[in-house]
């Protein structure tokens, strides 16, 4: 059955043989994913200039650019979530895939119904957190719904900006800058107002 919100989602699989690809392919598309297709890394790694996709399927065994080189260098410019494909099972390759960068890690043969499992997981995963990385020339900082646009210094919270003041925008854009990182407050007001913190006293 195929899901609306589902439509909006680019997907590329990246895969040599053309059977799974094809396999892929057919379920992601009746779950209502957009999905393209590339037959070794280097087309892979291309994609995210043309049409940069919201997931990545990435197998690993591939010409000219295997699915570990390609992984690591897409790490250099983007934080899409990358599901890794081989047909290899042991933990020294799980972990290879896993230190390139990959965000998950299957075995081939795998259960269609695993694979939309993890694709929909990830997905979750990527709208939940946002874009944590700036990549280079985008001038923006995304986590879920929130937008720090860095080049005009403003913040659009669901497509529609929110004014705040320069302190709230610098405190916004430190903390989105590291997603998961706890500030101490003395931190925040030393990064931010540039003097010394001095504790609070309790009568």
Known sequence: MKN??????????????FHIVNIIETALTEEGYQV???HDGDAACQFLTTEP???IIMDVMMPRCNGILATMRIREKSNVPILI???KAEGSDRV???EAGADDYLVKPFYKQELLARVKALLRRYDALGSIRETPGDDQIRAGDILLDTARKQLIVR???VHVTATEYNILH???????RVY????????????????????
């Open 159 to 161: 497509g529609k900006p």
């Open 53 to 55: 996709p919201h997931l």
């Open 184 to 203: 101490p407050a003395e931190e925040i007001y030393g990064r931010i107002w540039e003097n010394e913190a001095f504790p609070w006293k309790t009568r």
């Open 96 to 98: 290879l895939g896993l």
């Open 85 to 87: 494909l081989s047909a």
């Open 174 to 180: 430190m903390l989105m800058s590291s997603p998961g």
């Open 36 to 38: 393209f297709t590339a």
């Open 4 to 17: 609306r919100d589902q439509k909006t989602y680019r997907i590329l699989v990246a895969d040599d043989d």
